[in-house]
Nanobody
Framework: QVQLVESGGGLVQAGGSLRLSCAAS????????MAWFRQAPGKEREFVAGVNWSGTSTSYEDSVKGRFTISRDNAKNTLYLQMSSLKPEDTAVYYC??????????????????WGQGTQVTVSS
């Protein structure tokens, strides 16, 4: 049984920083592609950032490049998203997701096998 548990969301001012964490239980974390998605009210869930099994390859949505950094610690079964220079348009529920296929970082929600509960990030102007 796999469970993903997120933490670190909250309310910050524009220009501030947050670090999100996703703690994984169950076997397989170190072999999975991991990703962060986000969903704002009334909008579709969208890809934010992904990282391959070893942490050597990453992918980012254009609007967060240079501001967000995805990383993982396989020894701790934990995924991170360091968010800096936050903007009001970053406001959303952020979700941790796992993909058991390891060849590519995939960009669509339907490809991911496990999901966290989501954590709210609100950026005030």
């Amino acid at each position: 049984q796999v469970q993903l548990v997120e933490s670190g969301g909250g309310l910050v001012q524009a220009g501030g920083s947050l670090r999100l964490s996703c703690a994984a239980s169950g076997r397989g974390f170190s072999t999975w592609t991991m990703a962060w998605f986000r969903q704002a009210p009334g909008k579709e869930r969208e890809f934010v950032a992904g990282v391959n099994w070893s942490g050597t390859s990453t992918s980012y949505e254009d609007s967060v490049k240079g501001r967000f950094t995805i990383s993982r610690d396989n020894a701790k079964n934990t995924l991170y998203l360091q968010m800096s220079s936050l903007k009001p348009e970053d406001t959303a529920v952020y979700y941790c997701a796992a993909d058991r296929s390891i060849l590519y970082i995939r960009l669509t929600t339907s490809e991911y096998d496990y999901w966290g509960q989501g954590t709210q990030v609100t950026v005030s102007s």
